[in-house]
């Protein structure tokens, strides 16, 4: 999948990461990761129900 980024947000609009962290994925240690995926499922509340399909 190619992330596409909501200009509103600043989430991607399928994995609810920011630019910055989709960038920065492989740098990141386990532990980030793992911090940034138990987030994801509260972020989609961020993005308009609208450009969610």
Known sequence: MVCA??????LCLGCFRTLKEIAGWRALGEEERTRIMAE??????????AKLG
Do not use: K, V, W
């Open 5 to 10: 980024i909501d200009g509103e947000s600043g």
């Open 40 to 49: 994801l499922p509260s972020r989609r509340g961020r993005i308009d129900p």
